[in-house]
């Protein structure tokens, strides 16, 4: 069955420090993964496309398909980067439909 | 550019009751799907609509309905209303499947 995990539901890390949000999927076909983030009080908007291969506000995610993961990175955190994330799978078959989303991850980045 | 409109954004309704919630998307988009947010269960999938014709389907009752029209506003419909269906309903807009998907800020609905 197509799923997206996201083992880790809150991270916490310092301000500079490296963060690595992990995503891993599971997927019959070719697969268009994607980040979304949610900062507080704001709708979910995209972060990363994976097919685009852009750095957005510092993150990056390389898509794994041998570990079937999509792991998110930044090296250095920051405090606004505090918000929810949610890794996304774009299913174009079956009943699923469109995205199929992680339960996402909490981010929070301390001073 | 306008965003994704979606209202009411906060309602509250008593069980066995029906609500309907509304979704405008971003001009130009005919693509218009819906996801549920809860605590327990995540964004999950409803449905999607495409020139006001419904192309996929989430695992949902069939008390979760919805329909897309001329101009692409979206509407979904969720009948004899139970607990479990409180949650943030959110509405999301692509030019079509596959391309990048945009949210609504949602609608709050809380079942008593």
């Known amino acids: 069955a197509q799923r997206v995990t996201q083992p880790e539901k809150l991270l916490s890390v310092f301000k500079g420090a490296p963060v690595e949000l992990k995503c891993n999927y599971s997927?019959?076909?070719?697969?268009?993964l994607f980040w979304y983030v949610q900062y507080s009080r704001q709708r979910l908007q995209l972060l990363l496309r994976?097919?685009s291969r852009e750095s957005i506000k510092g993150f990056t995610a390389d898509l794994n398909k041998g570990e079937t993961s999509f792991h998110l990175k930044k090296p250095f955190a920051q405090e606004e980067d505090s918000a929810m994330y949610y890794c996304?799978?774009?299913?174009?078959?079956?009943?699923?439909?469109?995205?199929?989303f992680g339960k996402g991850t909490k981010l929070s980045v301390k001073p | 550019k306008a965003g994704v409109t979606q209202t009411p954004r906060y309602l509250i309704k008593t069980r066995g009751q029906q609500v309907t919630l509304s979704c405008s998307p971003i001009s130009g988009h005919r693509s218009v799907s819906w996801y549920q947010q809860t605590p327990g269960q995540g964004l999950q999938f409803l449905f999607e609509?495409?020139?006001?014709?419904?192309?996929n389907k989430g695992n949902f009752p069939g008390r979760f309905s919805g329909r897309q029209f001329s101009n692409s506003r979206s509407e979904m419909n969720v009948s004899t209303l139970e607990l479990g269906d409180s949650a943030l309903y959110l509405c999301?807009?692509?030019?079509?499947?596959?391309?990048?998907?945009?949210f609504g800020e949602g609608s709050w609905l809380t079942v008593v």
């Open positions: 609509y495409f020139s006001e014709t419904q192309r």
């Open positions: 994976h097919i």
């Open positions: 997927y019959s076909g070719s697969p268009e």
């Open positions: 996304a799978l774009f299913d174009y078959g079956g009943s699923q439909g469109n995205l199929i």
């Open positions: 999301a807009s692509s030019l079509n499947s596959g391309n990048t998907i945009y």
